[in-house]
């Protein structure tokens, strides 16, 4: 294992662990920070807890992580979704996701940046969604990842002279518990949107931490302010 470090913001579980073992896999220390501890027992020496929807707390951690590891990699992948229609949409639930999903991003990323200026290198990677490009009973958990969609773009142009890359994987469907308990198994919801992936089956956590792996690759430095959709095909057409 090398010295250089990588961050995953809500990497105890689902698509967040599964990106925390494959960069630990790629030879990065991987800190995940989560109010959760890690399932996985590799991962729980250095995790951290943290509710990265406390800002002082999560500046606090991201700070002390940054003094102490030469981190090269940021992965933003924190998120909860609260599904509900337009209709039902309650704005006391829009404060709460945008600090978790979006303000966490900013403030991990700000704190980071000077020691990957100092060094010359860096990957921050965005956990988006395919939900930016639609879909119903989304409102909040759209606007939450069109927001670091949008943001990438804006920081990868800000920092590619400083040998900083920002990218978005968006996944589409994928088999974590999260989305089981918004589509049981055998409910007629989760056979429909089965059937309308091209591919005719859910996509995997590891599926999107080998998009991660990718962006983070030190090989990847000529791509930045891209999106790539880990979506079995939902997305084409």
């Given at each position: 294992m090398s010295d250089s470090c990588a961050v995953v913001?809500?990497?105890?579980?689902?698509?967040?662990?599964?990106?925390?073992?494959?960069?630990?896999?790629?030879?990065?220390?991987?800190?995940?920070?989560d109010i959760e501890v890690p399932e996985a027992e590799s991962l729980?020496?250095?995790?951290?807890?943290?509710?990265?929807?406390?800002?002082?707390?999560?500046?606090?951690?991201?700070?002390?992580?940054?003094?102490?590891?030469p981190v090269e990699?940021?992965?933003?992948?924190?998120?909860v979704v609260r599904p509900a229609l337009l209709d039902d949409t309650r704005a006391e639930d829009f404060d709460p996701l945008?600090?978790?999903?979006?303000?966490?991003?900013?403030?991990?990323?700000?704190t980071l940046l000077p020691g990957m200026r100092q060094r010359g290198k860096g990957r921050v990677v965005m956990n988006a969604s395919r939900v930016v490009l639609g879909k119903e009973?989304?409102?909040?958990?759209?606007?939450?990842?069109?927001?670091?969609?949008?943001?990438?773009?804006?920081?990868?142009?800000e920092l590619a002279a400083d040998g900083i890359t920002v990218n978005c994987v968006?996944?589409?469907?994928?088999?974590?518990?999260?989305?089981?308990?918004?589509?049981?198994?055998?409910?007629?919801?989760?056979?429909?949107?089965?059937?309308?992936?091209?591919v005719q089956r859910m996509g995997q956590p590891e599926e999107v931490a080998q998009a991660v792996s990718f962006f983070c690759d030190s090989r990847s430095g000529f791509i930045?302010?891209?999106?790539?959709?880990?979506?079995?095909?939902?997305?084409?057409?």
């Open positions: 913001t809500g990497g105890a579980r689902n698509i967040g662990q599964a990106i925390a073992l494959r960069l630990q896999h790629d030879g990065y220390r991987t800190i995940v920070l729980q020496a250095d995790a951290r807890r943290v509710d990265l929807g406390d800002v002082d707390a999560t500046r606090q951690v991201i700070q002390e992580v940054a003094q102490a590891h990699c940021l992965v933003n992948n924190v998120g945008m600090h978790l999903n979006v303000r966490s991003a900013l403030v991990c990323t700000q009973a989304r409102t909040l958990y759209s606007a939450t990842k069109g927001a670091l969609q949008s943001m990438a773009r804006t920081w990868a142009l968006a996944p589409g469907p994928i088999a974590t518990s999260a989305f089981w308990e918004n589509n049981p198994p055998d409910s007629e919801q989760a056979r429909r949107i089965i059937e309308n992936i091209p930045t302010g891209q999106t790539l959709f880990v979506c079995g095909g939902v997305t084409v057409g």
